[in-house]
């Protein structure tokens, strides 16, 4: 059963790179480039150009973007999560906010931040700390109250109560939460740089998507397929880690 | 109790716009970059036409995209979730791509469709299809086995299986898809629209942005968040009748 599963996997991976091969041969080369030009350029771009500085921005731009929502995300959380009166006030305006297409913030973003770096940390933060907030409140109170009483009742202090009880009860939501948010920073910040910056992968697809540079496109794609897969496997390594605790 | 959290909104609400009045009157921020909420209620108020000519063309390219996304994806949602083997080959494809920011595709597609309606709707289609694809499956994945089972023991055919026990039963997932749809494809026409610069409200927010008429843009920032708030709660009521009605 895994063999057949795999082979037919395969199967359409190879169907996938043939129609990409057989259509960019019908079509001019403005509109595709056929993998066997998307691959020396990819090697030759890695090896040979100035990608770096793009990379590392990027890159920064993300860790950045998770690393403040994920505490923001939490502490928010916690203080709402466990404190009920704030939590009925503020948790209907969170998820309302959650509700809205997240890049109607960007142009305000962009006019008060400008077009470097920041307003891109901004904009993923804006994405990825809403559902670290939600799932983290969500997580907290959902712990069984009967187990807080019982620690409490035991002599335990409010710390040790959060440490021993409620942080181990309510973590694998929390980390679904992160997981979530840390795939949204990086749409985040792709989509921050492609609509407008200076540094970046998506200002490098920008551009070249612009000038018409369709091979340089296509490596700059790839690159950010990869990127995105590879954050994804590690948000699954989250939601594992949740599993096992 | 109830009264109380209104109470602790209320508060937040007026303190917080009376903090934002008092620093920008003060003159402790730009009015350039932070306008006053008393400035922006006046752009709130002045909103002329030519915003709601633009925020109707958004909401047709919404609703046309989301009529495509949301039936197209709840159909393969449904047939990839109850078919086993197909499901389990297409899987990682469909999380591989839900993964990946979709808006780098959408250079590709304004190479082929043009900077446009076409493309605008095609980029929001795409961005609408996977999220309800996903989550229509997880609900249809999620179905008690058993009550196939015995509809299959029974004699049902393919067709009643699938009208009689796997849409009513995944019918709670199919409302969130829904949901969750049509606030992607708001979101997918107001990216396409801010990228390719062209028309409709993503396009005006861009270039009040880029014109610094901040409180301008303040104002419809919000008009566009509240109408999605709305929209994402009318649904929201919507789903929860249908639900108390079955």
Known sequence: MRLKIFTYQLLILGFIIMLWESSSKAVPKVFLASPTDVFPLLIYVWLESDIYPHLYTTGFEILLSFGLATACGLLLGFILGTWRLLRNAYEPILSALYAVPSVVWYPLLLLFLGLDIASKVAFAFILSFFPIALTTIQGVSQVDKVLVKAAYSMGASKLTVFYKVVLPASLPIILSGISTGLALCVTGVIVGEMLGGIRGLGVLIASAATLFETGHYFVYTIIVIVIALLVNQISKLFERLSWRS | ?246
Do not use: C
Request: aromatic share 10%; proline share 4%; hydrophobic share 55%.
């Open chain 2, 1 to 246: 109790m109830r009264k109380f959290h209104f109470l602790v909104q209320a508060t937040t609400f007026v303190v917080g716009v009376a903090v934002w009045e008092s620093v920008v009157s003060e003159g402790y921020v730009d009015p350039l970059f932070l306008p006053a909420p008393s400035r922006i209620l006046l752009s709130l108020v002045g909103i002329g036409p030519a915003t709601f000519t633009a925020l109707y063309d958004t909401l047709l390219k919404t609703l046309i995209s989301f009529s495509i996304g949301s039936v197209a994806g709840v159909a393969i949602g449904i047939v990839v979730g109850s078919r086993s083997l197909l499901h389990e080959v297409i899987h990682p494809y469909l999380f591989g791509l839900y993964s990946i920011p979709r808006m780098i595709f959408l250079p590709l597609i304004v190479l082929f469709l043009g900077i446009g309606f076409n493309s605008t709707i095609f980029y929001a289609v795409l961005h609408t299809i996977l999220p309800v694809i996903i989550v229509v499956v997880g609900g249809v994945r999620n179905i008690d086995r058993r009550q196939v089972l015995y509809a299959i023991s029974l004699g049902a055919t393919s067709r009643q299986i699938y009208s009689k026990v796997i849409i009513p039963a995944a019918l709670p997932s199919i409302l969130a898809a829904l949901r969750l749809g049509i606030i992607f494809s708001l979101l997918g026409v107001l990216i396409a629209e801010m990228y390719l610069s062209l028309s409709g409200i993503g396009f005006l927010m861009q270039r009040l942005s880029f014109a610094f008429k901040s409180a301008d843009l303040f104002a419809v920032t919000i008009l566009v968040a509240l109408l999605a708030i709305v929209i994402s709660a009318v649904l929201g009521e919507i789903s929860k009748k249908i639900e108390e009605r079955r």
